[in-house]
Each structure stands twice: as C-alpha cells, then as structure tokens.
T-cell receptor, first 115, second 112 residues
C-alpha cells in the first residue's frame, strides 16, 4: 500500500513569492492533516480535513495560508506571500475513519526555505 | 510551561541495554497518546499507541500514568537501528479528534 506522498520535497523561494505544496493521502483515508515543524521547535498542527471539509483549521498561522482539498482526495497548501518565518518542514498526514483509529501516518514532508 | 514535555537527551545506550524515558503532559483533558519515532530529516513514523492498561510491541513497552500525567516508553535489548528521536504525541478531549499535540522529542543513540 502506498504511503502518504508530498510534493515537492524541497522548495526554496524568495520572500513575497507564492508556493503551493501538495499532499496525496493514503488511498481510502478520509482524514488529512497538515503540520509544520519550524527549526528548533516541536511539530505543530495546522489543520484537518475530513474528506473535502475543513474539520479544524485552528492552527493556521494567518490568512497567507490557504489549504484546499477539492474532491476529498489530494490537498494543497498555498502560502502567499511567503515570509521568512514560514520556513520549516511541512508534513501531511492521513488517517482512516476516526471511529476506528486516531492513528495518523505521515508523509516525508516538504522542506520550505524562504530567503 | 509547554503542554507536552520531553527530556531532549541524548540518551546514550549500549547495544543490548534497556532505556526508558518519559513524556509529561499538563492538560488533564488529554485522552489519546502515541509514540512516534523520527529519524534525522525524515517524517515521524507511528511506533505505537499508548493504552490505559499499558501495551507492549516486541521490545517496546508503553505505559500511561494518568494520575501523574505522563507516558513512558521502554526499549529492551536496544539495537543500533533504534537510534532515533522519539516523539510523544497526544490528543485532548477538548480538541477536534485529529489534532495531535507533539513534544519536541527525546534523542536516543545506541552505541556498539
């Protein structure tokens, strides 16, 4: 079974530019999550989709971040315009129906560097 | 005070030895607990969920102490491949059921 995949693996952009990260969850997983790890800090929750609906977006830093999951399959996270403090590793995770398990499986992450 | 605290280590462990470390949490509403391992520059990989009665998976044993608000992980017969950072994660009952709160991790280094 294929795991969670993310694209790109690395992205280097200048302050003020736009970047779009993509996540493909494990097939059949309705739940998709975005997390971020800023250097030296712990992994922080950004938001949670159930199918195409946003279940919880309490961790989104500000309105420069826009997440979508059209059709309930893959998800994109757009940062526009990027700031220096947005640098970090963005992880996507997915899980099955929560009634069965809370266990989340992570993708390899996208390492974003804003210069 | 951080909600999820871990000793950053490193815990230097001779191969074959046993190592144990804890993760403390401050919010009593925490209800689900997990251990993840993370290799350098890789994604967190789920190691095990932590159940109230404690659970074991091979050489790994996890315990939950709700009264003192901590979970623990014990690794027996350490292997070189156990070298990693171990992340504690939890979900609070007051949060949406998918919102994991992570600790900063405990580094374990197994030496020959």
């Amino acid at each position: 079974e294929a795991g969670v995949t993310q694209f790109p693996s690395h992205s280097v952009i200048e302050k003020g530019q736009t970047v779009t990260l993509r996540c493909d969850p494990i097939s059949g997983h309705d739940n998709l999550y975005w997390y971020r790890r800023v250097m030296g800090k712990e992994i922080k929750f950004l938001l949670h989709f159930v199918k195409e609906s946003k279940q919880d977006e309490s961790g989104m830093p500000n309105n420069r971040f826009l997440a979508e999951r059209t059709g309930g399959t893959y998800s994109t996270l757009k940062v526009q315009p990027a700031e220096l403090e947005d640098s970090g590793v963005y992880f996507c995770a997915s899980s099955q129906d929560h009634r069965g398990s809370y266990e989340q499986y992570f993708g390899p992450g996208t390492r974003l560097t804003v210069t | 005070r951080k909600e999820v605290e871990q000793d950053p280590g490193p815990f230097n462990v001779p191969e074959g030895a046993t190592v144990a470390f804890n993760c403390t949490y401050s919010n009593s509403a925490s209800q689900s607990f997990f251990w993840y391992r993370q290799d350098c520059r890789k994604e967190p990989k789920l190691l095990m969920s932590v159940y109230s009665s404690g659970n074991e998976d091979g050489r790994f044993t996890a315990q939950l102490n709700r009264a003192s608000q901590y979970i623990s992980l014990l690794i027996r017969d350490s292997k070189l491949s156990d070298s990693a950072t171990y992340l504690c994660a939890l979900i609070r009952s007051t949060d949406s059921w998918g919102k994991l709160q992570f600790g900063a991790g405990t580094q374990v280094v197994v030496t020959p």
